[in-house]
Every structure is written in structure tokens, then in C-alpha cells.
């Protein structure tokens, strides 16, 4: 038998999001990691088409939005997740170059690369013997 | 100068208040920030039918399809096992950790008997849609009343 654990719920966006939408809007789960030269970001966007999804950079804030279009109108046997828009906002230092900023978007998995400017990647500094 | 040394309600009577807030927040089904519908498993599942089918919906993003396995058994229940995978990428130090991986099997009893011959599992940005055709005999039927 393998690992079963409770599902965590998703978790609805607060007041902060920008345009009014019908039906809940939640905020997705992220991972965010770290290499040399770049940051990815990883958004779970079930539902979500690579052409429904609105990234923007402005203001040194990444603005992801993803829309989702109603699934199942009508009553449910079960229902334990809602379906909705998504919503988060990041901060973006500005060690980031913002004009490389590339994304893709695949089942439902939405991979941001935020690659850094050259003057903030890590450098190997050569020690020399006097 | 009185000083009360037994306080019956003094910091027992705190953690009693906050034993039950967080009782509260266990059970509440809304939340200003989650919307909590109690999924008995992982998967969490969406389930409806109409005349001729039931439809499992549930949301598992990035999942590659052959990592999930589907099974219906005993004309009524439905098996989905499977296993998320982090996204590994080589060398990086994560800075935030909030999608879920791990395997996973559930096992979900369905309210009419379905034929396994007719299952139709589709997966689409993420969302997997599983169509259970009814066995024809738990299709509703509609009974004419006749007046005299």
C-alpha cells in the first residue's frame, strides 16, 4: 500500500487580486529554486491553458493570473475542490533580469525561468600566490 | 491584601480558549483563507453524474500519464494510483516548497455499478476526467403512472 495523505485545500486569494471575477479565486502552489545563473518558479495551474495564462512584470512584481473555465455546471455526487481563477503576485529583486524572463506552460504546470543579471551570478575569484 | 492563588479560569482557562479555536479552525468549512470541503484522501475528487454516466474529475498537475494507473473493480469502485514527481532540476537550493509530490492510491466507491468496458479517462492541462458508463441496468427509468 502506498503513501496516501490528506488532501492540504486550496488556498482562496485574498483581497489584493486586481480585476473582479466570477467565483472564488485561489492562490497557487509554488516551488521556487535557485541556480547559478537563474531562479525557477514552478505554479501548479490545473485547468489552466498555456493561452489563458497572463504573466506580467511591472513594477518589480511578477503578476501571475491563470484563468479557468468552468468545468461542471450543476450539482455534484462530491465535491471536495473548488474551481477557479488563480492569483499571486511575487516580488522581483532586482538582481533579476527581468527582460530574459521566459515561461512555459505544460499539463497544467506553468515553469518561469527568472534568469539573474550577469553582475549578481556567482563567480569563482581566483587566489594568487604572492 | 487579597491575592487569589487558585484561579479556576487563570492560564488552564486560556489554553482551554485556545484548545478551542483551534478545534474551530479544524472543523470550519470556511475559512477567510481556504476553502476546506474535508477530502477524505488524495487525491481530492469531484463527482457527478447524469442519465447515463458518473464522472470523476480531480486536479493533478504535471502528473505524466504513465505514472498513474486506473482500476475499476467489483463494478462499483474505482482504484487511482499513481505517483507525482518533483521536478528535479540539478544544482539548485529551493527557496520554497509548496507542491505536493509523493505516490498516492485511493479508492472510491461509486453510488452505481459501472461497466469497466466503457471507461473513458481523459487528461487535460492538468485535470484528469474519468467517464464511467452506467451498466444499463442502474440507468434511472421512468415509470409511466396511468389514471384511471
Not at chain 1, 17 to 38: K, Y
Amino acid at each position: 500500500m502506498s503513501d496516501s495523505h490528506p488532501t492540504s485545500p486550496k488556498e482562496r486569494a485574498g483581497a489584493s487580486r486586481r480585476e473582479t471575477t466570477r467565483g472564488p479565486t485561489f492562490r497557487p502552489r509554488v516551488d521556487i529554486c535557485e541556480t547559478a545563473n537563474e531562479l525557477t518558479l514552478i505554479a501548479d495551474l490545473p485547468g489552466v491553458r498555456p493561452e489563458d495564462v497572463d504573466l506580467r512584470y511591472e513594477n518589480g512584481e511578477l503578476l501571475l493570473h491563470g484563468k479557468v473555465r468552468s468545468r461542471h455546471e450543476g450539482s455534484y455526487l462530491m465535491q471536495e475542490y473548488d474551481v477557479g481563477d488563480f492569483y499571486r503576485v511575487f516580488t522581483i529583486s532586482e538582481t533579476i533580469d527581468s527582460s530574459r524572463i521566459e515561461a512555459e506552460c505544460k499539463h497544467g504546470v506553468l515553469t518561469v525561468h527568472l534568469p539573474k543579471m550577469e553582475a549578481a551570478r556567482p563567480r569563482q575569484i581566483q587566489v594568487r600566490s604572492s | 491584601m487579597r491575592q487569589s492563588r487558585f484561579d479556576p479560569f487563570g492560564s488552564l482557562g486560556e489554553q482551554l480558549i485556545q484548545f478551542r479555536n483551534e478545534l474551530n479552525n479544524l472543523f470550519s468549512r470556511w475559512n477567510e483563507r481556504e476553502s476546506w470541503y474535508g477530502a477524505a484522501g488524495y487525491p481530492a475528487v469531484n463527482m457527478w453524474e447524469n442519465a447515463d454516466a458518473i464522472y470523476i474529475e480531480s486536479e493533478l498537475p504535471g502528473l505524466e500519464l504513465r505514472d498513474l494507473e486506473i482500476y475499476v473493480t467489483g463494478g462499483n469502485q474505482v482504484t487511482l494510483k499513481g505517483e507525482r514527481k518533483q521536478t528535479a532540476i540539478s544544482g539548485c537550493a529551493w527557496h520554497r516548497q509548496e507542491r505536493e509530490h509523493g505516490s498516492f492510491t485511493r479508492v472510491l466507491t461509486l453510488p452505481v455499478p459501472v461497466n469497466p468496458d466503457k471507461v473513458d479517462a481523459r487528461f487535460e492541462n492538468g485535470v484528469l476526467l474519468i467517464t464511467l458508463a452506467k451498466q444499463e441496468a442502474a440507468k434511472p427509468r421512468k415509470i409511466s403512472v396511468k389514471a384511471d
